[in-house]
Structure formats: C-alpha cells, structure tokens
C-alpha cells in the first residue's frame, strides 16, 4: 500500500513563493510518473505538473508556466513543486498523485 502525503502548503502574499513536498512511503515510486493536481472551491480538480521517473521529462499547465516547477528525489522518494510568483487564482488544495495514487492535498491560499 503506497502513502503519499503533502506538506508545505500555507498563506502566502501574492507574489510570494512556496514549496510543497510530497513524500512517499510504503513502496518506491522512483520508476513512475509523479504529478501535482490541484482544486479550488468550487471547481474541478485540474492537472498542474507532472515529472517523468528519471526527472528529465516535465510537464505544466499553461496557467503555471515560467512560475512554478517540479523536481523529485528518488533517494528520499519525495516529489516537490516549487511555486513561484503566486496569483489569487493558485488558491487551491494541491494534491499529489502517482499512478491511482493520492495524497489528501495541502491548502495553499493567495492572499491579494
């Protein structure tokens, strides 16, 4: 059984930046795809950034590009996204996911 939990989120002012981490535990995820999602209220859970195994390949929405980015350590099993620049509009919860995998999200607000 594979546990991923998020940490990292908070207030931020907008133009702030944070870093969200999500560590797995239970079994190694190092030869699978990991990605964030995220979902704000009232709205649909949506694709944020996702890095291929080795980390070389990634992948962002349009909406975040330029400002955030996606790494992982497959020694420590953690995938982190580093947010910066943040909007009003990247209030959401932020989930963690490899393959049917999901973390329970980390709330993240952009205050104006």
């Known amino acids: 059984q594979v546990q991923l939990e998020e940490s990292g989120g908070g207030l931020v002012q907008a133009g702030g930046s944070l870093r969200l981490s999500c560590a797995a535990s239970?079994?190694?995820?190092?030869?699978?795809?990991m990605g964030w999602f995220r979902q704000a209220p009232g709205k649909e859970r949506e694709f944020v950034a996702s890095?291929?195994?080795?980390?070389?390949?990634?992948s962002y929405a349009d909406s975040v590009k330029g400002r955030f980015t996606i790494s992982r350590d497959n020694a420590k099993n953690t995938v982190y996204l580093q947010m910066n620049s943040l909007k009003p509009e990247d209030t959401a919860v932020y989930y963690c996911?490899?393959?049917?995998?999901w973390g329970k999200g980390t709330l993240v607000t952009v205050s104006s």
């Open positions: 996911n490899s393959k049917n995998y």
């Open positions: 239970g079994r190694t995820l190092s030869n699978y795809g």
């Open positions: 890095i291929g195994w080795s980390g070389s390949i990634t």
